[in-house]
């Protein structure tokens, strides 16, 4: 197969021997069913080591699978009755509570049940500034990242917030509940981000001089409360790469708790809590099924008045629980 900017090349780990082709993919493609992974690989879209795959083939350690999925022809999403939490609206603009799990627009495996999906059906007509699939949509969240979100109805809203974006004037602010309490009060990561030449769908910190696909990215961390074994950090972004936050704290030795892609292996028990409080944590953190990431302050100006707005959320309560959880255990140790 010739490689293009659709293709995606992965590793398996020792942790992963002798698990199946089609098991191995879904696990690292949860967006995509495993029927449709199936179909791919009979189809002749998955190589291992370098061969037309099958879909009970069982991988080794350092196995090499080369997925280059078929591009899908642009489908114009369709309105559907999903209830939203709007926090604003009016002809130009709206401001979306996204609620975890849902995504952000339309993409292969994900055609349905979006957030566009959503707001077609209770606005009835977004901009259609950029790709068919993503009307309306100015900026982004990962399906498991909450919280605020514009959504621009017109394109004449479109363009001007898609400007202030490009030129920062943009405000957004992230809640992150992390692993381990930082030093710092305040830092600034200036690290800029690329694809991880590994595995296709991570991001990673790049040196921009050997890798000339690396973008400029700047977070600015604050240390907002000490939990035990984890910290509450306000993360104000300066750039919007893919997954930024999520990258820069673990990138500074904080990743973000129930993070499955960048703090993965991370646990209570490192931080040397007995086995039945960690126990407790873990249960928290699966119940929450995703990172502890919410956008929770957005400032902006209106596109037509420039009246300045700000919005702010409140953390579902699946995250809510866990951060009132680890108050409870420092308050018992305290006493």
């Excluded at 809203?157 to 004037?169: G, K, M, T, W, Y």
């Excluded at 790049?206 to 961390?221: I, M, Q």
Aim: charged share 25%; net charge neutral; glycine share 8%.
């Amino acid at each position: 197969m010739e490689a293009s900017s659709n293709s995606l090349l992965y590793h398996a780990t020792s942790t992963e021997e002798g698990v199946r082709l089609d098991v191995f993919l879904a696990q690292r493609l949860p967006d995509v069913s495993r029927a449709q992974i199936q179909r791919w690989i009979e189809a002749g879209y998955v190589e291992l080591n370098g061969k037309i795959a099958r879909p009970n083939m069982r991988l080794k350690a350092g196995d090499e699978v080369y997925l280059e999925p078929p591009t899908p022809p642009p489908v114009e999403p369709q309105p559907e009755a999903i209830p939203l939490q709007v926090l604003y609206e009016d002809e130009h603009l709206a401001v979306v509570n996204k609620p975890r799990g849902m995504v952000t627009h339309p993409a292969p495996g994900a055609e349905n049940g979006t957030l566009v999906n959503a707001a077609l059906a209770r606005f009835g007509s977004l901009s259609t500034i950029g790709a068919p699939e993503r009307p309306g949509i100015v900026h982004r969240l990962d399906k498991d990242t909450t919280g605020l979100i514009l959504i621009a109805r017109t394109d004449l809203a479109h363009r001007a917030l898609a400007e202030q974006i490009q030129q920062r004037l943009v405000e957004r602010r992230y809640l992150a509940l992390v692993w381990g309490v930082p030093r710092f009060q305040r830092a600034l990561v200036d690290a800029p981000i690329g694809r991880s030449e590994s595995d296709r769908t991570r991001m990673s910190v790049k040196a921009p001089l050997h890798d000339p696909s690396a973008r400029p990215a700047v977070t600015e961390f604050a240390l907002l409360e000490s939990l035990g074994v984890c910290a509450l950090l306000e993360a104000r972004l300066h750039t919007g790469r893919t997954h930024q936050v999520r990258v820069h704290a673990a990138y500074a030795g904080h990743p973000v708790v129930g993070d499955p892609v960048y703090g993965a292996g991370r646990s209570a028990t490192q931080y040397g809590w007995r086995k039945a409080d960690a126990r407790s944590l873990e249960e928290l953190i699966g119940r929450m099924g995703g990172q502890a990431l919410h956008a929770y302050r957005l400032t902006f100006a209106h596109p037509v008045t420039r009246q300045e707005m700000t919005f702010t959320c409140e953390p579902p309560e699946d995250m809510q629980a866990i951060i009132e959880w680890l108050r409870g255990k420092k308050e018992d140790a305290r006493e």
